[in-house]
T-cell receptor, first 110, second 114 residues
Framework: GQNIDQPTEMTATEGAIVQINCTYQTSGFNGLFWYQQHAGEAPTFLSYNVLDGLEEKGRFSSFLSRSKGYSYLLLKELQMKDSASYLC???????????FGKGTSLLVTP | DVKVTQSSRYLVKRTGEKVFLECVQDMDHENMFWYRQDPGLGLRLIYFSYDVKMKEKGDIPEGYSVSREKKERFSLILESASTNQTSMYLCASNAGTGVNYGYTFGSGTRLTVV
């Protein structure tokens, strides 16, 4: 099985940088995803890591350490529209489905 | 623009009713999934399908069944709706491995059972 942990809530200020951590324990590993979900909407894809290291995409970056079972999502130059829930999801090499953490609700304040 | 379409955004049903939630994707994806999302519990996998007429139980299949008669359509069935099935239901699909392993989600169906 898989156990995926991420903080429940975070608050940050507009223009700042925030890091959302995700730790996982899995019997197999086939990639880690980050999704963004605004209230009342479907999750949308942000990033994918399958090898160790940092993947950068504009204001968002995602890091993976497979040996530590650890990932983080880094959001720079925060904007009010970044207020959302951020979901960490892990794929295993034994199945088709992703397993999701419970999500981190990020509130960006002026 | 590729899409996963869920037929209803909001549904209200009575306890004991048989409920059908429909999901259609236009991306020719092999795999389709049904999740429910509840506050404090996150997304939990109900059922998934990796091919037409094939289905696999997820983590919480009790009280649900599914049907996949055509590649593009995956239906979730609540045989006898109960109040504890009030939830947001999300359908998703994907093509396979690598970055394509990531899901495309439908917009969700918020089901209330009264």
């Amino acid at each position: 099985g898989q156990n995926i942990d991420q903080p429940t809530e975070m608050t940050a200020t507009e223009g700042a940088i925030v890091q959302i951590n995700c730790t996982y324990q899995t019997s197999g590993f086939n990639g880690l995803f980050w999704y963004q979900q605004h209230a009342g909407e479907a999750p949308t894809f942000l990033s994918y890591n399958v090898l160790d290291g940092l993947e950068e995409k504009g204001r968002f970056s995602s890091f993976l350490s497979r040996s530590k079972g650890y990932s983080y999502l880094l959001l720079k130059e925060l904007q009010m529209k970044d207020s959302a829930s951020y979901l960490c999801a892990v794929g295993s090499n034994s199945g088709y489905a992703l397993n999701f953490g419970k999500g981190t609700s990020l509130l960006v304040t002026p | 623009d590729v899409k996963v379409t869920q037929s209803s955004r909001y549904l209200v049903k009575r306890t004991g009713e048989k409920v059908f939630l429909e999901c259609v994707q236009d991306m020719d994806h092999e795999n389709m999934f049904w999740y429910r999302q509840d506050p404090g519990l996150g997304l939990r996998l109900i059922y998934f399908s990796y091919d037409v007429k094939m289905k696999e139980k997820g983590d919480i299949p009790e009280g649900y069944s599914v049907s996949r008669e055509k590649k593009e359509r995956f239906s979730l069935i609540l045989e006898s709706a109960s109040t504890n099935q009030t939830s947001m239901y999300l359908c998703a699909s994907n093509a396979g491995t690598g970055v394509n392993y990531g899901y495309t989600f439908g917009s969700g169906t918020r089901l209330t059972v009264v």
